[in-house]
């Protein structure tokens, strides 16, 4: 849309529509309907110096007012238009965002605790499946691999031994 600020300063109004394929242009100053007209999607509406183009169908009871907010200094009506909804039904028809908000992080927080106390649980289940297998098969992997450590570094030890006896009966062979 491209108004004219001129204009638009001076005469405000609304489009509405008042079924899928009309709608009406009222002067809001004076409270006037000015224009009942048929609508065609693909082509604009005109009204003085205004042009209003829309992409999709409206439906009965669509609105557009065109009224002054010249370069949109000084008004935060947008603003607190959105800082209104904070408080009003939203979310599903019945909750505020901060509502919902505060809905959704205790869902997940609630989500995260289970899932810890899940994990945990499993873990002791977990716990129990191998000692249950480690009775019954008689053999502990973990005593298992401590005693084949051992045993490794008493087979190093005895081949060092075997060395230095080696050794002691080249000498001696070496001295004769």
Known sequence: ????KELQKDSPFVVSFISDTQ?????TRSETLVAKREFIL??????????LMLDAKPSTG???????????????????????????PVVGGYQSIGDAY???????????????????????VY???VEAKDS???????????????????YQASAQVLQTANKLFDTVLGLG
């Open 136 to 154: 019954v098969s008689g053999v502990s992997l973990d005593s298992e691999a401590a005693d084949l450590i051992r045993f490794q570094q008493a």
């Open 23 to 27: 709608y009406t242009i009222t002067d």
């Open 62 to 88: 669509d609105t557009f007012a065109i009224e002054e907010n010249i370069d949109g200094v000084g008004n935060n009506g947008n603003i607190l238009l959105m800082v209104d909804l904070q408080n009003k």
């Open 42 to 51: 693909g082509e604009p509406i005109k009204y003085q110096n205004f042009t």
């Open 1 to 4: 849309m491209e108004p004219s």
């Open 102 to 124: 505060i809905d959704i992080v205790g869902t997940v927080g609630n989500k995260a605790t289970l899932s810890r106390i899940s994990k945990e649980a499993l873990e002791v």
């Open 127 to 129: 716990e129990q499946a």
